[in-house]
C-alpha cells in the first residue's frame, strides 16, 4: 500500500486544476504582456485568476501580484517593506518559529545593519503576544508573523497581532502558505498588509505563489527586469501555473469545510490511536489553534530520519520536522522553541493529511508505525537504558 | 546524494544488531543531543574478535554504518580490529552522503573504545587467556 502524509511539503495537482491548466501550455499560449490576440487571451486568463485568489482572501484583485511561489513572496515582502522604509527605522518584529523562508531574509537585513527580535512562543507554539507589545518601537516598521506553522501547524492569533499592527501603525505581514484552503482569511478583518501564499500546498502547480499587498502599501521591488504586475515585479507571467493557483484556491476555498471535517476527523483518530498504542509519545504543538491536517509526534528513544526511512519501505511518506531542512543534521527549531528537549527533538515525525487521505491508510500508517517504532526501540541504546532503569 | 542500496538494505535487515550477554568490550560513542548514540559489544578471544554487535540511536546511515563495522572486525586481531577506517564503512555501504560521513567515523571509535575496554580489563577474561 502507498500511503502519502507529507501534504504540508506539497500536494498533488487536483484533476479539476490540472484541466483547467492544459490550454495554457499549447492553445493559448501568449505571452500575457503582448498586445496581440494571443497575448490577450493569456491575460484575459490571468486576470481571471487574480480575481480568484483576491476573492479567497477578501482582497481587490489589483492587490495581488503573482510570484515564483512563497518564498519569493516571503523574500519580497520582507526585504522590500525593510528597504522602502527604512527612513521612518530600521527594527524589524518577527517569530523563532517562522519558515526560513522568513528567517533567512531576517538574518540578510541584520547584516545590512536592521535590527530583528524573534518572539518566542509558548509551549503549544502560539507567539507571546504580551512579547510582541514590549518588542514595539518607535522604529518599527514590520511585524512578521506566520498564519500557520508548517511543522506543529499551529495557528497564531493573527486578528489580535494585526489589531496591535494597527494600533501602532506598523506594517504587518503574514506567511500564509499552510493556511490557505484550511483557514478563512479575510485580509481587511484580520488587519493584513502583506500575505504570502503558494499555490502547490492546495492542490495547485508548483513554481507559482502570489503576494498580497494592501492598497497604499508600497514595498521596494524585488525582481526587476519587466513592466509586469503592474511594474511591481518583473518576468513574463507563468500563465499555466497562475490559472491553476485560481482554480486551486477557488476550489480549496469552495471546500474547505467539508475537506477540513474529513482530514481533522482521520488526523484526531491518528492522533488517539498513537497515544493509545505507542508509549513514551510527546504530540508537538497544542492541539485547540491547530491546522486540522498537521499531527506531529516525537517518539522517545529514537531518530526521525530512521523512523521516516522505515516507514517509507512500508510505502508510506511522512517527514521528520521540515522537508527543507531534513538535509540538514540539526533538530527543528520550531519544536526546540516550543520547549521540547533536543533528544526528543530527533525523534519527531510530522505526519500531514490529505483530502484523498482514507481511513485505510491511516489504519495502515498506524500498524507500520507502530511495528517501526518497536523494531528501532529493540535497536536503540536508549531504550534499552530506559528499560534497565 | 541518495543512499546507496546497499546502505538501504543494511538498514533493511541488519545482521548484528543487539547487545552480547558476556562482551567483554563494549564501547558507547556520541551523545542523544546529537542524535547518535552506538553501542559496540565485543566478545575477544585469544585476542581475536569472535562476535560484535550494536545498539544504535541514529539515522539509517548511522545503523547501517554500525553494523557493518561489526562485520568488518568480526575475526581480526585486537591490533587489526584498531586498524578500522571509516574509510572501510564507507566503501561497504558503497558511499555517504557528505553530511553523514560522521556516522562512519562514529562507528570506528565506538570500536576503538570497545577494544580499549577490553584493554584496560573492563570485564577481564580469565588470566590464563591473557598473551
Redesign the interface.
Known amino acids: 500500500m502507498k500511503v502519502y502524509l507529507d501534504h504540508a511539503a506539497t500536494t498533488y495537482v487536483d484533476e479539476d486544476v490540472l484541466q483547467a491548466m492544459m490550454p495554457y501550455f499549447v492553445d493559448t499560449f501568449g505571452n500575457a504582456s503582448s498586445q496581440h490576440q494571443y497575448g490577450q487571451a493569456s491575460l484575459n486568463a490571468v486576470d481571471r485568476a487574480r480575481e480568484q485568489v483576491a476573492a479567497a482572501i477578501c482582497a481587490r484583485p489589483s492587490e495581488i501580484y503573482f510570484t515564483s511561489g512563497g518564498t519569493e513572496a516571503d523574500n519580497w515582502a520582507i526585504k522590500g517593506i525593510a528597504h522602502a522604509y527604512q527612513h521612518k527605522g530600521k527594527h524589524l518584529i518577527t517569530t523563532v518559529v517562522e519558515h526560513h523562508a522568513v528567517l533567512h531574509p531576517m538574518e540578510q537585513l541584520e547584516k545590512e545593519g536592521f535590527e530583528v527580535t524573534y518572539l518566542p512562543v509558548h509551549a503549544d507554539g502560539r507567539v507571546d503576544l504580551e512579547a510582541l507589545k514590549k518588542a514595539i518601537r518607535p522604529d518599527t516598521i514590520l511585524i512578521s508573523v506566520m498564519f500557520a506553522n508548517n511543522e506543529i501547524g499551529t495557528i497564531q492569533p493573527i486578528a489580535e497581532i494585526g489589531k496591535i499592527a494597527k494600533e501602532h501603525k506598523i506594517f504587518f505581514h503574514t506567511d500564509a502558505v499552510q493556511a490557505m484552503g484550511a483557514c478563512p482569511i479575510d485580509v481587511k478583518e484580520l488587519g493584513i498588509d502583506l500575505l504570502s501564499m503558494s499555490a502547490h500546498k492546495f492542490y495547485g502547480p508548483k513554481g507559482v505563489g502570489a503576494l498580497y499587498i494592501r492598497t497604499g502599501v508600497k514595498p521596494q521591488k524585488l525582481i526587476t527586469g519587466g513592466a509586469q504586475e503592474r511594474t511591481m515585479r518583473g518576468g513574463t507571467l507563468n500563465t499555466p501555473g497562475i490559472v491553476g493557483m485560481g482554480e486551486a484556491l477557488s476550489k480549496a476555498v469552495r471546500d474547505m469545510e467539508k475537506n477540513n471535517e474529513h482530514i481533522r476527523a482521520l488526523r484526531d483518530y491518528f492522533v488517539a490511536e498513537v497515544l493509545k498504542c505507542i508509549p513514551d509519545v510527546v504530540v508537538n504543538g497544542g492541539m485547540e489553534h491547530r491546522l486540522p491536517n498537521n499531527a506531529n509526534i516525537s517518539f522517545k528513544?529514537?531518530?526521525g530520519?530512521?523512523i521516516l526511512?522505515?516507514l517509507d519501505?512500508d510505502g508510506i511518506a511522512a517527514s521528520s520536522g521540515s522537508a527543507c531542512s531534513s538535509?540538514?543534521?540539526d533538530?527543528s527549531h520550531v519544536l526546540l522553541a516550543t520547549g521540547l528537549p533536543?533528544?526528543y527533538a530527533?525523534g519527531s515525525i510530522r505526519f500531514t493529511f490529505g483530502k484523498s487521505t482514507t481511513k485505510e491508510a491511516v489504519d495502515y500508517t498506524l500498524e507500520c508505525l507502530k511495528n517501526t517504532i518497536e523494531k528501532l526501540r529493540?535497536?536503540?541504546?536508549?531504550?534499552?537504558d530506559h528499560i534497565r532503569r | 546524494m541518495a543512499?546507496s542500496q546497499a546502505l538501504?538494505e543494511r538498514?533493511?535487515n541488519?545482521k548484528n544488531?543487539g547487545?552480547i550477554a558476556d562482551a567483554n568490550g563494549i564501547g558507547?560513542v556520541g551523545n542523544?543531543?546529537?542524535?547518535?548514540?552506538?553501542?559496540i559489544y565485543l566478545k575477544i578471544e585469544n585476542n581475536i574478535v569472535v562476535d560484535a554487535k550494536f545498539?544504535?540511536?541514529?539515522?539509517?546511515s548511522?545503523?547501517a554504518s554500525s553494523d557493518v563495522a561489526c562485520d568488518l572486525i568480526r575475526g581480526r586481531t585486537v591490533e587489526d580490529a584498531l586498524k578500522l577506517t571509516n574509510d572501510e564503512i564507507v566503501k561497504e555501504l558503497d558511499g555517504l552522503p557528505a553530511?553523514k560521513i560522521h556516522c562512519s567515523i562514529l562507528a570506528s571509535e565506538a570500536i576503538a573504545l570497545a577494544v580499549e575496554y577490553y584493554r584496560n580489563g573492563g570485564k577481564m577474561p580469565t588470566e590464563d587467556k591473557m598473551v
Do not use: N
Open positions: 528513544f529514537i531518530e530520519e530512521s526511512l522505515s519501505m538535509g540538514s543534521l533538530p533536543v533528544e530527533h529493540a535497536w536503540s541504546p536508549l531504550y534499552a | 543512499y538501504i538498514f533493511r541488519p544488531v547487545e558507547r542523544a543531543s546529537c542524535g547518535d548514540i552506538m553501542e545498539k544504535t540511536f541514529g539515522c539509517a548511522a545503523i553530511q
